[in-house]
């Protein structure tokens, strides 16, 4: 199993590492260096480059995107009946991506598609690195503070709360950040209860097994298209 990354600072990739290999039980082959964007809306901007590039020059089986939600709206249950798509959901915008971005993709080395991978930290990773240490840090204490318009903390907060500044260096951050997933690498479900956005994640990860075959059958058993 090859997984690229794409995320937004070297800090997030070296976390998100941790947190692909604590889902998947074993660690698999990671693409180095992972795909760099600059927060939102470069992320999406770049993710149908970066699939392409994936599908056509490498063998990567997939890939994994995990943006902050900052303020925008936070993908909920709602959101996850069938068609339905929320235009200022992140989560929703960067499955779309996938999916409009893979329809258009031949079968190469081997397989039909990169698969997917995407997470909404809520409203950022920050959150994450602090579940199982501050009770008071959840998605749902997030979406209450929206309804509410009384945030239960703010995102300096959170980075205080994690890195004891506002501004970490980078070497800091990477520190800070590896200290926190350790909580999660023997298990994430705490994780994947508190952040329901994590756990959307984990649970495509825990689809990449049974899609890698079932693609590898069809690419050997699908008629070939006209040329
Ligand atoms: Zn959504």
């Not at 809306?41 to 590039?53: G, K």
Request: with cysteine; hydrophobic share 40%; proline share 7%.
């Amino acid at each position: 199993m090859k997984v690229a990354l794409l995320s937004e600072s070297p800090a997030d990739e070296a976390a998100m590492r941790v947190l692909v290999e604590a889902v998947l039980g074993a660690r698999p082959r990671f693409i180095s260096p992972g795909f760099r964007a600059r927060g939102w809306p470069n992320v999406a901007q770049l993710l149908p480059a970066v699939i392409r590039h994936l599908h056509f020059q490498t063998d990567t089986d997939s890939l994994v995107v995990v943006v902050d939600s900052d303020d925008s709206v936070v993908h909920t249950a709602e959101h996850e009946r069938p068609d339905y798509f929320h235009p200022h959901c992140r989560m929703c915008e960067l499955r779309a991506v996938f999916r409009r971005t893979a329809k258009k993709l031949p079968p190469a080395h081997g397989r039909q598609r990169v698969l997917r991978g995407v997470g909404l930290a809520v409203p950022a990773v920050e959150a994450w690195y602090l579940c199982g240490r501050d009770v008071t840090v959840t998605e749902a204490a997030w979406i209450a503070g929206q309804a509410s318009g009384r945030q239960p903390y703010s995102r300096a907060d959170l980075k205080w709360r994690v890195y004891g500044t506002d501004r970490p260096s980078l070497p800091h951050e990477i520190r800070c950040a590896l200290h926190e997933v350790e909580r999660h690498r023997r298990d994430p479900r705490r994780l994947e209860s508190d952040f329901p956005n994590f756990g959307l994640l984990a649970q495509d990860m825990r689809t990449w097994a049974r899609d890698r075959n079932h693609d590898e059958k069809s690419f050997v058993t699908a008629p070939r298209s006209p040329a």
